[in-house]
Nanobody, 125 residues
Framework: QVQLLESGGGSVQAGGSLRLSCAVF????????VAWFRQAPGKEREGVAA???????SYADSVKGRFTISQDNAKNTLYLQMNSLQREDTGMYYC???????????????????WGQGTQVAVSS
């Protein structure tokens, strides 16, 4: 059974940083594509970043150059380092996983079968 558990959210002022963690259980990293998503109040859930089993990464334009997705396979943990945070980054952040296939993209949210419960990020000006 694949399980994911996020942590690391909190409140921060604009310009600050946070690192989110996602502990993963029940899978081998190179068999999965994993991603971070977020959902702001009143808005649809959107993809932020993804990392494939081969280590390749992709980012939403809104976070490129500010966020970094990574994984520590020895610790079975996925990370999202968020720098230069903006008010627009406020929301609930989720990690999610899907079996590796021909692509690994956060653009296809319905492909992601396994989800964590989320961790809240609040950025104030």
């Amino acid at each position: 059974q694949v399980q994911l558990l996020e942590s690391g959210g909190g409140s921060v002022q604009a310009g600050g940083s946070l690192r989110l963690s996602c502990a993963v259980f029940g899978y081998t990293y190179n068999d999965f594509c994993v991603a971070w998503f977020r959902q702001a109040p009143g808005k649809e859930r959107e993809g932020v970043a993804a990392i494939d089993g081969d280590g390749s990464t992709s980012y939403a334009d809104s976070v490129k150059g500010r966020f970094t997705i990574s994984q520590d396979n020895a610790k079975n943990t996925l990370y999202l380092q968020m720098n230069s945070l903006q008010r627009e980054d406020t929301g609930m952040y989720y990690c999610a996983a899907k079996w590796r296939g021909s692509y690994c993209s956060f653009m296809y949210i319905r492909d992601f079968r396994f989800w964590g419960q989320g961790t809240q990020v609040a950025v104030s000006s």
